[in-house]
């Protein structure tokens, strides 16, 4: 472990989440934002549905963890079943995964999340936002494109934004680790230094084309 102490964010689930620092994908957009501000880590498995993950999740969230910790579930996206049978046939059955089926899942995850008081982010509904989301949310059906997860990451911090948690965990309310003036920052031509501290942020704010907020 390497200090000093910062929030934890655990993307926890299968591919959704493995694969969610590739591609432009929506942990890299977290991590990136976060990255002087809290550590993202990944704990996704490719082809795990929630019984494998019951089996483990002791040890990857420990009984001795913070009562601090905070939860939000990412429902079923939506999927594009013409592109899983061009894609996806010798790996998933015909017909195995469709939308209808996916909104079932979906439903039933906001029902659990509203009765537990647990937070929840609508990923069937918020993709199929965008009129061509079909097409241009998903890599092969199933995973997601660049523009599903600029989506994604937008939704978590709605989420991150609006909780009324003690502390937030939205970027804005958390400090900026090490950010205090320094002799020893870069240079300026007029004998002052600049500090770089927030420029990670408005760097990756830039990048992912998100919103100040």
């Given at each position: ?59 990857v969230f420990p009984k001795s ?57 609508d990923l069937w509904t918020s ?87």
């Open positions: 472990m390497v200090g000093p102490l910062r929030p934890q964010f655990v993307l926890f689930g299968s591919s959704i989440v493995q694969f969610s620092c590739s591609n432009g994908g929506w942990g890299a957009i977290l991590a990136d934002l976060y990255s002087r501000k809290a550590d993202v880590l990944l704990r996704g498995y490719a082809g795990w549905n929630s019984r494998r993950a019951l089996q483990v999740l002791e040890q963890l913070s009562e601090n910790i905070r939860i939000i579930f990412l429902t079923a996206p939506p999927v594009n079943e013409k592109q899983i049978l061009e894609n996806l046939s010798d790996i998933i059955p015909k017909r195995n995964r469709t939308n209808e089926s996916c909104k079932i899942y979906s439903d039933a995850c906001l029902e659990v999340c509203r009765e537990l008081d647990v937070k929840a982010v993709i199929q936002k965008r009129k061509d989301w079909s097409t241009a949310c998903f890599t092969d059906g199933i995973h997601f494109s660049a523009a599903a997860s600029k989506i994604v990451a937008e939704e978590i911090l709605k989420v991150l934004r609006e909780a009324d948690w003690e502390p937030s965990l939205h970027w804005k309310s958390l400090p900026t680790e090490f950010a205090e003036n320094s002799p020893y920052d870069p240079p300026c031509g007029d004998g002052t230094t600049l500090n770089l501290a927030d420029h990670s942020v408005a760097q990756a704010l830039t990048h992912w084309g998100l919103s100040d907020n």
